[in-house]
């Protein structure tokens, strides 16, 4: 009787370790972690909440670290604008000088947002690689996942309301859909939507 005590203690004992073991590899084989940013105060508190909470997995000191690709999208100009005023609506066509100003300054907010990106991941020290992309955003993030193998996909809520959500669509709601990895959708505190 005493024996069959002492094994079923055994028992107990040694499953927390083999719980533990079970869930260490897999934290530890993440190696790529995708952060998409936009102009939004939600989109950089998700960068700072995937930054806070698996930095010991993203730091440049280890060279088995993962890395933190931040990924921002840019809509495509459209060459033309339709006033419909009527039977005779028209049709603006924009000329070459004023497409190179408009694709300019989609550089240069490009450049802005990625520099204060890579401002908060250096400052904590973490393997950071940055990514432009171009067309429709849902679509060029779950792209992006895929193509570059992501373990992880962070992206910020706006907290849009049903309507607003039905009618412009959610970028977080389409890439927690169509994304081929894990995501995250970082809601910002309450103090920040409204």
Do not use: N
């Amino acid at each position: 009787m005493e024996t069959t005590t002492v094994m079923e203690r055994k028992m107990v004992e040694k499953q927390p370790e083999t719980t533990v073991e079970a869930e260490t590899p897999s934290v530890t084989k993440m190696k790529r972690i995708m952060v998409a940013i936009d102009e939004s105060d939600s989109s950089f508190y998700a960068l700072q909440w995937v930054i806070d909470h698996f930095s010991s997995l993203l730091v440049t000191t280890l060279a088995e670290g993962g890395l933190l690709t931040v990924v921002h999208v840019q809509t495509p100009f459209q060459h033309f604008t339709a006033f419909p005023a009527g039977p005779g609506g028209a049709t603006v066509y924009a000329s070459s000088s004023m497409i190179e100003a408009v694709k300019k300054s989609q550089q240069e907010a490009s450049t802005a947002l990625l520099s204060r990106a890579l401002q908060i991941c250096r400052a904590k020290q973490i393997r950071t690689e940055t990514l432009v992309l171009e067309g429709d955003a849902k679509d060029m993030i779950c792209r992006a996942v895929e193509q570059m193998h992501v373990d992880l996909l962070a992206v910020g809520s706006r907290g849009l309301g049903k309507i607003k959500r039905a009618f412009i669509g959610s970028v977080s709601d389409y890439c927690a859909h169509h994304s081929k990895c894990p995501i995250l959708i970082v809601k910002p505190p309450k103090e920040m939507t409204h």
